[in-house]
């Protein structure tokens, strides 16, 4: 069965430096990949959206790149602050899904002062 | 403005009741959502409406019935209510279904069973 992997529950980071969050997967062939962040006690919030022929993407300080070699997606912030602190979910979603968006765990990010 | 709005943001409930969770959308989109969110933070998705017809329904207990009265709103009626059903439900909505859209997600109702 299709299973999607974030590199580790929690991530804490200082302020200031780029936090890589990495999103692996198996059994699944997408065709694009989402990533949303969530903050506690709220529903998830779309960052941004990488398809399969693109390497990365980029948004502000937000860097997303996407390797179907690999079965993985990184996601950076640059320039970290602590309002970056949150959950960070990766969803594959593929064509002619009807928007049926597979779920990773997520990552929960602390960026300290 | 509120685009995706769920009520009741808390439900707390005995074993065996029944109870709904309503959802509404004012962002004018086709498609709207029903996930769940159970304890280790897995976000599940249940059912999916496109213009009030169903046209996801994941493996769910059919205790777990949606409903769709205009494309704007998505209900979630939950019968029988077990200890297991507690989880945050969330509801969210998307332009069109399936493609790339984003989905835009509600607040999400707390469901606690006792």
């Known amino acids: 069965s299709q299973k999607i992997e974030q590199n580790s529950e929690a991530l804490n980071i200082q302020e200031g430096k780029t936090a890589t969050l990495t999103c692996n997967y198996t059994n699944y062939s997408p065709a694009y990949l989402q990533w949303y962040r969530q903050d506690p006690g709220r529903g998830p919030v779309f960052l941004l959206l990488i398809r399969e022929n693109e390497k990365e993407k980029r948004k502000e300080r937000l860097k997303v790149t996407f390797d179907t070699t690999l079965k993985q997606s990184l996601f950076h912030i640059t320039a970290s602050q602590p309002a970056d602190s949150a959950t960070y979910l990766c969803?594959?979603?593929?064509?002619?899904?009807?928007?049926?968006?597979?779920f990773g765990k997520g990552t929960k990010l602390s960026v300290k002062p | 403005d509120t685009a995706v709005s769920q009520t009741p943001k808390y439900l707390v409930t005995q074993m065996g009741n029944d109870k709904s969770i309503k959802c509404e959308q004012n962002l004018g989109h086709d498609t709207m959502y029903w996930y769940k969110q159970d304890s280790k933070k897995f976000l599940k998705i249940m059912f999916s409406?496109?213009?009030?017809?169903?046209?996801i329904n994941e493996t769910v207990p059919n205790r777990f019935s949606p409903k769709s009265p205009d494309k704007a709103h998505l209900n979630l009626h939950i019968n029988s209510l077990e200890l297991g059903d507690s989880a945050v439900y969330f509801c969210a909505s998307s332009r069109k279904a399936g493609g790339t859209d984003t989905q835009y997600f509600g607040p999400g109702t707390r469901l606690t069973v006792l």
């Open positions: 969803a594959l979603g593929r064509w002619g899904s009807q928007g049926n968006l597979i």
């Open positions: 409406y496109n213009n009030k017809e169903l046209i």
